[in-house]
């Protein structure tokens, strides 16, 4: 079946630095991609999506690139501030198109950002 | 409401005994889904309803599970004969429509079987 791989955490950052969260992924056909996140004490949001192949998907000031070659999805931040701490979900449906039916999730990573 | 209401907010049953959970999703929205999140781990899809119809029931674990959206609202979740692995936080999400729409999440409802 379909699965997510996601670094584990958590991961603790000083405020300001470069943000990398890997993800990986199995899924037959042509899965979309989502990254979600939650905040302290909020319920999930999505953050970003990609549809298809080398989509880009962006959003205050994340971005992570449909890698299909390497079945990736990484997450990446230029600057991360205090406000970015929460857990981060990766996950994908096999449908096309981008909605949440049948979403696979990762376990989560849980960014910590010190000032 | 502004955004997806479950309740109640926790739930503590014996083992055996049945339970049902609310979600009033966002106003309008057509597409309602379920999922349910165990300690450590992410969300796991349960079910999704398109208007009243269950349009895809796939990760409904057993028979034990059960979910409703007879007017194309709310929906509950029914789970029979609680076992202790039925502990999680349930999650309930919301679209405008059923693909390429976002999902708005509710923060779940923790339930706790003893």
């Known amino acids: 079946g379909d699965s997510v791989t996601q670094m584990e955490g958590p991961v603790t950052l000083s405020e300001e630095a470069f943000l990398t969260i890997n993800c990986t992924y199995t899924?037959?056909?042509?899965?979309?991609l989502f990254w979600y996140v939650q905040y302290p004490g909020e319920g999930l949001q999505l953050l970003l999506k990609a549809t298809k192949a080398d989509d880009k998907g962006s959003n205050k000031g994340f971005e992570a690139t449909y890698r299909k070659e390497t079945t990736s999805f990484h997450l990446e931040k230029g600057s991360v501030q205090v406000s970015d701490s929460a857990v981060y979900f990766c996950?994908?449906?096999?449908?096309?198109?981008?909605?949440?039916?049948?979403?696979?999730f990762g376990k989560g990573t849980h960014l910590i950002i010190q000032p | 409401g502004a955004g997806v209401s479950q309740t109640p907010s926790n739930k503590v049953t014996e083992k055996g005994k049945y339970v049902e959970l609310r979600c009033d999703p966002i106003s309008g929205h057509t597409a309602l889904y379920w999922y349910r999140q165990s300690l450590g781990q992410g969300p796991e899809f349960l079910i999704y309803f398109q208007g009243t119809g269950a349009a895809d029931d796939s990760g409904l674990p057993n028979d034990r599970f059960f979910a409703v959206r007879p007017e194309g609202s709310v929906s509950t979740l029914k789970i029979q004969r609680t076992e202790r692995g039925d502990s999680a936080v349930y999650l309930c999400?919301?679209?405008?429509?059923?693909?390429?729409?976002?999902?708005?999440f509710g923060q779940g409802t923790r339930l706790t079987v003893v």
């Open positions: 899924a037959t056909g042509y899965p979309s």
């Open positions: 999400a919301s679209s405008a429509g059923p693909s390429n729409t976002e999902a708005f």
């Open positions: 996950a994908l449906t096999p449908y096309s198109g981008g909605g949440a039916d049948g979403l696979t």
